[in-house]
């Protein structure tokens, strides 16, 4: 039969809907007419899933579709093709699941890619906001307007346009963009402005590598030994169940299953502690390094009263800066960190006491976990991101590692200190299988030095200025660099051009954000929706998703690989980013060929051809992929036969490549073990080759970004927006206008925010506002009560679940909701949280999603529709 996708393309007047009745239709007849007879992609009766039609077997292609958003997952996909229609899903059944040899098993968000793909709201052409001219931008209209189609040609040449208009005018400075195609284009046309961040890792994004910490799996030992090893996890605000999608939940659930105990510290019950049976100790969002300082304090305490919790070995050889006799050479030894925990200069003991005024746990609790974590038992100490993306918190990643260098965590089977999350939770260690290089050439030329952070990157557009650190678009400083200057530079934004991520909806303080976009010349988005970058712009440029493009590779846990190939031609009109930078390009009298020199499909090529697993023992790389002349001139590339272990051919057909894994194998990994063993000739990536607990370097460059300032030791400092902003007058006890913290969590309805669109996963999670039960009851909410979140940037409408599985007077608010503004601007009705979170930039320019302050009240307007009933964001044309 004829695809019915060439059919639609062949029609230029078919409706959204038109769309995806035709698409369900032609599900529904690809159902029936399949053949039953001699297909070996036969498949079982179908389910509700399968279109709406009769159980019956469907003849087709199973293809390995990507599932490539940021979760830090990355599990197998696998999709139902014929003429072109997904008709079904399923996940990894290459092999019998099992604890050692787990299948790669995709969640609920990627189980229904196909619903954004082949989606009602995907964008079909460019399109251009009708109150948009390059005479007349009106602005003050952007994100209120109508919209209407156009053309490529006419779309790529108001995008020059006005790209050129902003060079002429006024500078390539003037050029604020963001994603790494684009970003190509733009470097070559001159430069442009960029942004920087923390982003997921807060804090841990400059300090953990300074103090020579670990950001990634480098701290966490691997599943194996986790699971015959470790007595004893204690948590700190980590929820792999919910944000690191994949088998990391699983691997941990296997050393419960073996003895192993949990203890979690949290704002939040979340599922992760109720599956492991952990016990909860609440504490209140971004007092992690309270608590930790008291903590440190219970071990120095504990231990001198002869309760041997403190490995003075691995302290006094492995780390500096503990006491006054491990200070670094020149440095004042009355700054260690053992004297300011004892208060001995400033008069104030950080007693466990002291710490539970600060973060709730109680100092009797703080007391006996110092004998709990005692170095005589196999302790896992992990965090997540979470606690360090919070105002002030420099030093939480550096009081974290003090506690497991104090108590000789570190280096040894069943102990680790380290974080748990993305890819590597449940997981430490190196990846064994890994993607090759994609060949496209480098462009090392950064014409434009401008990068700003983007907890004040709206208020840089609406004021014209911008604190300079010395950074370009990345989180990481090498131990070398200059110290940042934190100098106050002019900015004149006139062009907003979003080529990748979500930038308005993900940085902080949102309502400013869209006042920033209501302000330039010129915003144009590359979408596949009309996300809420598109949604303020005045072009938007339809891209493919991965679902339409040649193929990749996607890297998740340490053990396999995953290879995806194309699924449908591209729909519509809808284009990649880097065939709308090439024509670009053109458009800008430049040769395409500068911005890639090689296609999509030799780049993809390129990756598998280069792709490498360890072998048996545990240490030699070599390649994965069988690569025969065939398949080279199958796949229309350059390259050269090789041997794998795997063929090309059976790599897409089983889409994954997975090491089996045994205790006792090679692949085995204990974070920190050669440093351990012999720390000088196993030095870590700080200055001294220690882990520094006294670290001048990283006091020097934070204090240099003009932000706040911190010590080289970690203290306890007061968050903006933190617990004590609460208070009108925390002296008193007296709470202020904003007397809730409210705090963010990934929600297994979106990646971020991607899929927040799709209403299956609308019905299957509810997005309300999680508030404690008593403080419900006070305020006079009960569940199902639409209720008004207010906060010094805004304020959000949701309806109110009431738990007690958050602490009294924290409020909860799912992260990534797409902002739907009211008509006059005032609330936003689905509960984006960039809304309540404002653009406060400290210490090394962290964004604070996790310290915030609220009130909240019952609303007394219209109560709003579930999030399942509402709309999708669609553009009608």
Request: hydrophobic content about 35%.
């Given at each position: ?115 954004q793909v082949f989606s009602a709201d ?211 030894p009355r700054g260690n960190f053992r ?67 104090m108590t000789g965590h570190m280096g ?466």
């Open positions: 039969m004829t695809s019915y996708l060439e059919r639609i393309r062949q029609s230029s007047d078919i409706t959204r809907r038109g769309f995806i009745k035709a698409s369900a239709a032609a599900t529904a007849a690809l159902a029936v007419s399949g053949s039953l007879a001699g297909c070996a992609n036969k498949v079982e009766p179908a389910d509700a899933n399968a279109g709406g039609t009769e159980a019956v077997a469907v003849d087709g292609e199973w293809v390995t579709a990507a599932c490539w958003h940021n979760c830090g997952g990355r599990c197998l996909n696998k999709v139902l093709v014929k003429d072109g229609v997904a008709l079904r899903q399923k996940t990894d059944d290459t092999h019998e699941d099992s604890p050692d040899y787990p299948q790669q098993r995709a969640c609920l968000r990627g189980r229904s890619q196909r619903k995907r964008i079909k052409y460019p399109m251009k906001r009708k109150g948009w001219s390059p005479d007349n931008p009106q602005g003050e209209l952007r994100g209120k307007d109508e919209w209407e189609r156009i053309e490529w040609d006419e779309a790529l040449s108001y995008v020059a346009d006005e790209l050129k208009k902003a060079k002429e005018q006024y500078g390539n400075r003037s050029i604020l963009a963001a994603g790494s195609e684009i970003g190509r284009l733009l470097t070559l046309f001159g430069g442009y402005t960029a942004s920087w961040g923390t982003g997921s890792y807060g804090s841990f994004a400059l300090t953990a590598g300074i103090i020579g910490a670990e950001v990634w799996s480098g701290g966490i030992n691997d599943r194996i030994d986790m699971r015959e090893n470790t007595e004893l996890f204690v948590m700190i605000g980590s929820n792999p169940a919910w944000s690191s999608g994949g088998s990391p939940a699983f691997h941990m659930l296997q050393a419960k299953e073996n003895g192993a105990r949990f203890v979690a510290i949290d704002p939040y019950y979340n599922d992760t502690y109720e599956l492991l049976g952990a016990e909860w100790l609440p504490i209140r969002p971004g007092q992690d390094t309270a608590f930790l300082i008291g903590l440190a304090y219970a071990l120095i305490d504990g231990d001198a009263q002869g309760g041997n919790l403190i490995d003075w070995d691995f302290l006094n050889t492995h780390a500096i800066g503990f006491d006054a006799e491990h200070m670094p050479e020149g440095s004042d004297d300011y925990v004892l208060g001995t200069y400033d008069g104030l003991p950080k007693t466990p006491e002291w710490a539970a005024e600060l973060c709730g746990i109680s100092g009797e609790r703080i007391r006996q976990l110092a004998e709990e974590i005692a170095p005589s038992r196999a302790v896992a100490l992990m965090c997540g991101w979470a606690p360090a993306r919070t105002h002030n918190s420099d030093g939480f990643p550096q009081v974290f590692s003090t506690i497991g260098a040894k089977p069943g102990h680790m200190t380290g974080v748990n999350c993305h890819s590597a939770a449940g997981n430490g260690g190196p990846s064994l299988v890994n993607p090759g290089p994609s060949g496209v050439a480098a462009i090392k030329e950064v014409p434009v030095d401008d990068s700003i952070n983007k907890t004040e990157i709206w208020k840089a557009i609406m004021t014209g200025r911008y604190t300079w650190n010395g950074r370009s678009g990345t989180v990481t400083m090498p131990a070398d660099a200059e110290k940042a200057p934190g100098e106050v530079r002019d900015i004149d934004i006139h062009v907003i051009y979003h080529g990748g991520g979500a930038a308005l909806q993900t940085t902080d303080a949102m309502s400013e954000g869209i006042a920033a976009h209501r302000k330039v010349d010129f915003v144009v988005s590359h979408a596949q929706f009309l996300t809420t970058n598109a949604l303020y712009s005045d072009i938007i440029l339809p891209v493919t998703t991965l679902w339409e493009r040649p193929g990749g590779l996607l890297t998740g846990n340490r053990e396999m690989l995953i290879m995806y190939t194309q699924v449908t031609e591209p729909l519509f009109e809808s284009q990649s980013d880097q065939w709308i930078a090439r024509e670009l390009a053109k458009k800008l009298g430049m040769e395409e060929s500068a911005v890639y020199d090689i296609d999509e499909n030799q780049q993809f090529f390129n990756t598998v051809a280069g792709a490498t697993y360890v072998e048996d023992d545990g240490v030699t790389a070599s390649p994965l992929v069988t690569i025969t002349e065939e398949d080279i001139e199958e796949w229309g590339a350059v390259g050269t036969p090789q041997e794998g272990v795997i063929s090309f051919k059976d790599f897409k057909e089983k889409g994954v490549y997975q090491i089996e894994r045994k205790a006792g194998d090679n692949y085995g990994f204990v974070a920190y073990s050669g440093f351990a063993k012999d720390p000088e000739s196993n030095p870590l990536p700080s200055l001294s080759g220690k882990l520094e607990i006294y670290s001048a370097r990283l006091a020097e460059i934070v204090n240099g970004m003009g932000y706040s300032t911190i010590e080289p030791v970690p203290t306890y400092i007061p968050q903006a927006c933190g617990y004590e902003a609460t208070f009108g007058d925390y002296a008193a006890g007296e709470k202020g206008d904003y007397p809730f913290q409210i705090f963010n969590i990934h929600y297994l309805r979106r990646s971020h925010t991607v899929f927040d669109n799709i209403p299956w996963l609308r019905e299957a999670w509810a997005n309300p506002v999680y508030l404690n039960a008593q403080d419900a009851e006070e305020r006079n909410i009960a569940a199902g009560d639409t209720v008004r979140i207010t906060s010094p940037y805004g304020s959000v409408l949701r309806k109110a679940t009431l738990t007690n599985r958050v602490i009294p007077g924290v409020v909860m608010l799912p992260h990534g909701a797409w902002v739907d503004m009211d008509d006059d601007d005032e609330n936003d009705t689905a509960g984006a949280d960039n809304v309540i979170c404002g653009g406060c930039p400290t210490g090394q320019g962290v964004s604070g999603w996790n310290t915030a302050i609220c009130n909240f009240e019952k609303y007394d307007g219209e109560a709003i529709v579930d999030d399942a009933a509402r709309p999708q964001r669609i553009i009608c044309e």
